[in-house]
Nanobody, 125 residues
Framework: QVQVVESGGGLVQAGGSLRLSCTFS????????MGWFRQAPGKEREGVSC???????CYADSVKGRFTISRDNGKNTLYLQMNSLKPEDTAMYYC???????????????????WGQGTQVTVSS
């Protein structure tokens, strides 16, 4: 049974930083691509960033240059470093594992199989 534990969300002022973490168990972590998604109230869940099993990455245009995705295969952990945060980054953030990776666009929800429970990020202006 796959288990996912997310952490790192919180309240931060605009321009600040947060780092999200996501630890997986019950799967062979380095066999999977990993992604971060977010969902603001009243909006659909959107792909933010992804990383392949070998470390290639993708980003949504809205976060390029501000967010950095990384993974530690030895710790079965995925990270999202978020800098220069904006109020429009406010959302519930979800991590996910899947078997498909595309470096040329943001990840798509239907490509991911295992999901974290979400962690809230709130950016005040």
């Amino acid at each position: 049974q796959v288990q996912v534990v997310e952490s790192g969300g919180g309240l931060v002022q605009a321009g600040g930083s947060l780092r999200l973490s996501c630890t997986f168990s019950g799967l062979t972590f380095d066999d999977y691509a990993m992604g971060w998604f977010r969902q603001a109230p009243g909006k659909e869940r959107e792909g933010v960033s992804c990383i392949s099993w070998s470390g290639d990455t993708c980003y949504a245009d809205s976060v390029k240059g501000r967010f950095t995705i990384s993974r530690d295969n030895g710790k079965n952990t995925l990270y999202l470093q978020m800098n220069s945060l904006k109020p429009e980054d406010t959302a519930m953030y979800y991590c996910a594992a899947g078997i498909y990776f595309n470096a040329y666009r943001a990840p798509r929800r239907d490509e991911y199989n295992y999901w974290g429970q979400g962690t809230q990020v709130t950016v005040s202006s």
